[in-house]
């Protein structure tokens, strides 16, 4: 994979995104963007296939992942996005759970 992505990676240039605190220059599990002298972003994403048959857990181990990246950087979560790619036949009530 890195074969891929470092060809990508490397056309963004740090001296571009002065306001970049950490990006893809340190093997960290997310970025960080300084929004002024006092406060800055921590921003990650991240995407698995279910490791638990249940539902609900596997929703709640997704989200534990993402909020463990940003508490080790330091920061305080306050929004949370999510991504999930189900089937079209899947029961809404177990896409609900999740």
Do not use: C
Request: zero cysteines; a negative charge.
């Amino acid at each position: 994979m890195a074969h891929v992505l470092r060809p990508i990676a490397e056309t963004f240039q740090p001296q571009d995104y002065p306001d970049l605190l950490v990006g893809l220059s340190s093997p960290d599990d997310a970025a960080v963007w300084r929004l002024d002298d006092e406060r800055a972003l921590i921003l990650t994403t991240d995407f698995f296939t279910p490791v638990v048959d249940d539902a609900y857990d596997y929703g709640a181990i997704a989200a534990a992942n993402s909020l463990s990246d940003v508490y080790a950087m330091g920061g305080k979560p306050f929004l949370a996005l999510n991504v999930a790619a189900l089937p079209p036949d899947l029961p809404f009530e177990i896409s609900a759970e999740i």
